[in-house]
């Protein structure tokens, strides 16, 4: 699978000037739809001239504009694919003993990573270190399961840790408890739900640090949020694969555990004699 735009601008988002930089600040937070526009109306929502817009779709290797629009439009239709629509493509063939959606597997967890920085990862380990912010998670349909787990692991490591499961009603009657210290870790990708975007948007809105973890096509949610990490998804299956999500999860759990080594240590000696 090719490289997204998204990760395109995760490999060279350090490079660029402060310009080119909003320019792909705006376009992750509207992504892909105001790629989609013209340069004029591109470099106006991004308050920056139409020739920085154009160096900016150049340093992500494209040739000229209508390049760059045609690969977001690519993207834009794979966003809208079900495994309905993905269950008659032709599945690539066997090799080995290892199948391929395997193999597809272990190559999204090396894109992923290849594309996360230490930088993002040391952000947001800090963040959840907070002694004094509270830290929620929440899923989609086939996502929850990883927000459940790391829940698990983090309520382990320090307090005040909820995993809001049930009807979205009971998502909403959590909004009073959250706040500008607090932090809500979200894992949504194609097809994205609604309810968890109005969930987020009505988060930000109150202040909260919102860390979405999606796929290379960004969920809506970006808008929202304070860090995004892509996970590449695709496996050859009519069903997206949250391996990659997974191993981010573990990465995350792990990277706090040893930031928080004598809190979390004692909490786990606590744990255990309580049992």
């Known amino acids: ?18 310009g080119e930089r909003r320019a792909a600040q705006t376009l992750i937070a509207s992504y892909p739809v105001i790629g989609l526009k013209t340069v004029a109306e591109f470099s106006q929502s ?20 209508a390049e760059f629009q045609a690969a977001l439009q690519d993207e834009l239709a794979a966003q ?31 894109e992923t990573f290849r594309h996360v920085s230490e930088k993002q990862v040391a952000d947001i380990v800090a963040l959840l270190a907070q002694a004094n912010a509270d830290v929620f998670l929440i899923g989609g349909r086939f996502t929850d399961p990883v927000a459940r787990y790391m829940a698990a692991h983090l309520t382990i490591i320090r307090p005040n840790v909820l995993h809001l499961a049930g009807q979205e009603s009971n998502w909403r009657d959590r909004l009073i408890d959250m706040g500008k210290r607090d932090v809500l870790l979200i894992f949504d990708i194609r097809r994205y739900q609604e309810s968890l975007l109005r969930f987020a948007e009505k988060a930000h809105h109150r202040g909260v640090h919102i860390v979405l973890f999606t796929d290379q096509w960004l969920s809506p949610i970006a808008r929202f949020a304070r860090h ?36 979390s240590a004692r909490r786990i000696g606590e744990m255990e004699d309580l049992r």
């Open 1 to 18: 699978m090719r490289q997204g735009v998204t990760e395109l601008i995760a490999d060279r988002m350090d490079t660029m000037p402060a």
């Open 46 to 65: 991004a308050g920056v001239s139409s020739p920085t817009i154009l160096r900016f779709v150049s340093r992500l290797g494209f040739q000229n504009y």
């Open 80 to 110: 809208f694919q079900s495994p309905a629509s993905r269950a008659g493509l032709q599945q690539p063939s066997r090799r080995g003993k290892v199948p391929a959606t395997v193999e597809a597997t272990l190559e999204n967890i090396h």
């Open 228 to 263: 995004v990490v892509a996970c590449r998804t695709a496996v050859p299956s009519p069903w997206d694969s949250s391996a990659s999500l997974f191993v981010i999860a573990e990465t995350l759990i792990g990277e706090l555990t040893r930031l928080l080594e004598t809190e």
